[in-house]
């Protein structure tokens, strides 16, 4: 059978794709790596058919080789018999434990089928919940900017990872960035941060990430020539037409305008009622 590999989106639980949906009503089993992926599954999933997987708090590679070897052998038979799925925030290709997941089983159970479900990246869910727009033909690039790293490079960066806030704006604005933060984008755990002022999420918080533009880099759509002159012109053509009179002056008004049609047709204004004499 399969190995479906979901992505849940950025942590709204309504964020969730309608085929992942579908994949965690289907599978026999939902592993999650972490309480906050668990705390999105199970708005879909019952409880009951939640696999819960430890992991190390670690950087050392020989215990986390340890731990991703455990997790497979626990994973591999259930996707064997039957359908499984492995959830992480976001997207599964982006930023995620799935790669690991995927690498071990290749090398420990090839047997075992996998499909990936892509979920919404803050890669991309930034844009909406900061304001920004990325127009066509910008350059934009991804970095990491855990414990106060500030990287810099083309003229727009999106910075995943910003656990050192105040270090890494500094670094950023000295190089001629305008920065924008955004701490547990549409997650509904936590409290949701949007500011341009660091010191407002100096705290240490994994689940935050920057968008930084160089200074004047804005790009100039075709549209951004509008102006509030041709705004006023569009609105002043796409009025409704006012009947006009033979002496040229403004009928307001049904009874206005069907006094002006008698006028033309011959009747005599003086009349009063409007009927052709």
Not at 50 to 66: A, C, K, Q, V
Request: no cysteine; hydrophobic share 40%.
């Amino acid at each position: 059978m399969t190995l479906y590999g979901v992505g849940l989106g950025p942590g709204d639980a309504d964020l969730v794709t309608v085929r992942g949906k579908r994949v965690l009503n289907d599978a026999d089993v939902v592993y999650s790596p972490g309480r906050l992926s668990r705390s999105v599954a199970t708005e879909h999933v019952p409880e009951e058919r939640i696999g819960d997987l430890d992991f190390p708090m670690t950087r050392d590679e020989d215990e986390l080789r340890r731990a991703w070897k455990a997790a497979a052998a626990e994973i591999a038979p259930r996707a064997r018999d039957g359908d499984a799925a492995f959830v992480t925030l976001g997207d599964p290709n982006v930023y995620s434990t799935f790669g690991h997941l995927r690498r071990t089983l290749a090398a420990f159970h090839p047997e075992v089928d996998l499909e990936v479900v892509p979920g919404v990246s803050a890669v991309t869910a930034f844009a909406t919940a900061l304001g920004v727009e990325v127009a066509a033909g910008e350059r934009l690039a991804l970095r990491e900017a855990a414990r106060g790293a500030a990287p810099v490079g083309p003229d727009r960066l999106i910075l995943f990872k910003v656990t050192d806030a105040p270090a890494t704006h500094e670094g950023l604005t000295e190089a001629g960035y305008d920065v924008v933060y955004g701490r547990r984008l549409f997650m509904e755990q936590g409290e949701t941060v949007v500011t341009d002022d660091p010191s407002e999420i100096d705290d240490r918080d994994y689940y935050t990430l920057a968008y930084a533009e160089k200074r004047g880099a804005g790009a100039t759509p075709a549209t951004a020539a509008f102006d509030t002159e041709d705004a006023s012109k569009a609105a002043e053509s796409d009025a409704e037409p006012t009947a006009k009179t033979d002496g040229g002056s403004a009928a307001s008004g049904l009874g206005e305008t069907e006094r002006a049609e008698g006028e033309a047709g011959g009747d005599d204004p003086r009349a009063g009622d409007g009927v052709r004499r």
